[in-house]
Each structure stands twice: as C-alpha cells, then as structure tokens.
C-alpha cells in the first residue's frame, strides 16, 4: 500500500539532511514500517524529539498535527479528495 517504506524516506532524508525536526502521522493501514524506522533512529543514536512518529487516524492526528502552531511544514501523501479537504480546513482555520 503506497511503498510505506519509500513514502517515509522520500520525506525523512531531506528534512534531516537541512537539520529538522519531524513529526511523522503514517497511514492507518501501514504504521509499523514508521514505527520500525522510529525505533531505529533511536537505536542509531538520533537525540530524543528528533524523529517522532504519531500513529493515528487522519482527521484526528493528522489535523491536530498539521494544525498545531510549532509546525513549520506539512508535507502529505494521499488522495486528492483528502488533501482538498486538508487545505480547505486550514485555510479557515
């Protein structure tokens, strides 16, 4: 389902490469593959905050993530319809 591995590294390398942060919300369907790179960077000595991964449901997680105040960026995979609906409701928020 949608590469979960490549979708997760395709958004991870850049942003650690410019020195951020990352909070990572995984599709429901395939959160493992995230939470396993998680653990990862943990065991390959990444500080704590650096990578953090936030399984949940879309319209819980992912809005409260792409909503709160401390996040700089959004960067999203998935349908059309979704990403419509995402933006409509942060641009009246």
Known sequence: WNFPLLMLIWKM???LCCGNTLVIK???QTPLT???MGSL???AGFPPGVVNIVPGYGPTAGAAISHHPNIDKVAFTGSTEVIMAAIS???HD
Do not use: N, R, V
Request: aromatic share 20%; charged share 25%; no cysteine.
């Open 41 to 43: 960077t943990k065991e």
């Open 89 to 91: 409701d942060f641009y």
């Open 26 to 28: 995984p599709a429901e």
């Open 13 to 15: 390398a850049p942003a």
């Open 34 to 36: 995230s939470l396993y």
